[in-house]
């Protein structure tokens, strides 16, 4: 029977469904880990709001990951600029495996669902 389900529904079928069960970190410990990663290795630069807003951030030009810019990147490009640096950024994949910074990632993305405050200018 089970030949039968292989022959008529293709191995591939079943073999990505399970690769798919464990690919993406989508369980609530995945998402409280990348949390505790983010809180240790990006809020000194990027603050706790993802607002770039700290004494460090300012230093060194760290963007607002909830500004329009931070929107439109794709979560690829999110994950090459964590794992490789960009600009004043260092790179993390010496220090961060890959699942730690796919884990980053829906982290980066919450904040750029959050709208940065609007300056109101002095008239």
């Known amino acids: 029977m089970v030949e039968r389900l292989i022959r008529k529904h293709g191995i591939g079928a079943i073999a990505l469904f399970t690769l798919s069960l464990f690919a993406m970190p ?58 490789q640096g960009k600009g004043n950024m260092p790179p993390f ?5 890959k699942a730690q910074i796919n884990s980053l990632v829906p982290i980066i993305r919450e904040f750029s669902k959050k709208a940065p405050p609007v300056s109101k200018k002095a008239s």
């Open 93 to 97: 994949g010496g220090t961060l495996n």
């Open 26 to 83: 989508h369980s609530a410990a995945a998402q409280a880990d990348g949390q505790k990663l983010y809180d240790t290795n990006c809020a000194k630069c990027h603050g706790p709001d993802g607002s770039g807003n700290t004494a460090v951030g300012k230093a060194v030009g760290a963007k607002d990951l909830r500004a329009a810019e931070a929107k439109k990147l794709t979560d690829a490009e999110i994950f090459a600029q964590i794992d």
